[in-house]
């Protein structure tokens, strides 16, 4: 899983979409978690730029979390991130869910993933085998 300070390259447009949709997301454990009335609140862990040292640290504000809200849709997508299920399963749980059309809910659901990896909040894991 990846820590608050590595970095996990985002899935990016030359990827094909048959390895895309095999890979496996998984929730990052050092992300927090909390349900809020209308979704969920993700707290991520920072860690300080090697940069920021004294007198820099003094004048710039560093904060040791950074927080993502997630609407409902968001929180449904990643509830059903539990280490088993693929891409691919994940999106037709999320189209039958919405009444979407399987490409419909792709669309929104592969760009999704694409910022929840950037920030840190999963890991997108390849299945071996599978192409």
């Known amino acids: 899983m990846a820590g608050a300070g590595n ?20 929730k990052n454990t050092a992300v927090k978690l909390r349900r809020v009335r209308d979704g969920m609140l993700v707290t991520i862990p920072m860690t300080r730029p090697r940069w920021l040292v004294p007198p820099l640290s003094w004048i710039l504000p560093f904060s040791q979390f950074r927080q993502v809200r ?8 990643l509830d ?7 891409v691919e399963q994940i999106i037709d749980t999320f189209a ?4 979407l059309s399987f490409r419909e809910a792709q669309l929104a659901v592969v760009q999704f993933f694409r910022e929840l ?3 840190g909040i ?6 071996p085998g599978r192409e």
Request: glycine share 10%; net charge positive.
């Open 7 to 26: 970095k996990v390259p985002a899935p990016d447009r030359g990827t094909s979409l048959p390895r895309l949709l095999a890979t496996v997301p998984h």
């Open 70 to 77: 997630l609407d409902a849709p968001g929180t449904a997508v």
């Open 80 to 86: 059903l991130c539990d280490g088993q299920r693929t």
């Open 96 to 99: 039958g869910e919405n009444k």
């Open 117 to 119: 990896v950037q920030r």
């Open 122 to 127: 999963v890991a997108l894991v390849g299945t």
